[in-house]
């Protein structure tokens, strides 16, 4: 995950149904070396509202891990 490109992430999102947060994080130039460091404030900025869209992005990225 720490590798990924910005597209990369978007294809994640996209695979999440949350494609409706892809032009932020690409606004954003969320890389996956980004990506992993993001808090809940971070997604809260992103635009990602919803306590519930935050907490699962936050177990998808702890449950992916370094790949």
Same mark, same amino acid.
Request: hydrophobic residues 40%; aromatic residues 8%.
């Given at each position: 995950?720490?590798?990924? #490109? !910005?597209?990369?992430? +978007? ?7 949350? /494609?409706?947060?892809?032009?932020? *994080?690409?606004?954003?130039?969320? #890389? !996956?070396?980004?990506? +992993? ?7 809260? /900025?992103?635009?990602?509202?919803? *306590? ?16």
């Amino acid at each position: 995950m720490s590798g990924w #490109s !910005g597209d990369d992430v +978007i294809r994640w999102l996209e695979s999440l149904n949350m /494609a409706e947060h892809c032009a932020a *994080f690409a606004a954003h130039s969320i #890389s !996956g070396a980004t990506l +992993i460091q993001l808090t809940d404030d971070d997604f809260h /900025a992103l635009g990602i509202t919803q *306590f519930g869209q935050r907490k699962m992005l936050q177990r998808a990225i702890e449950n992916r891990g370094e790949d």
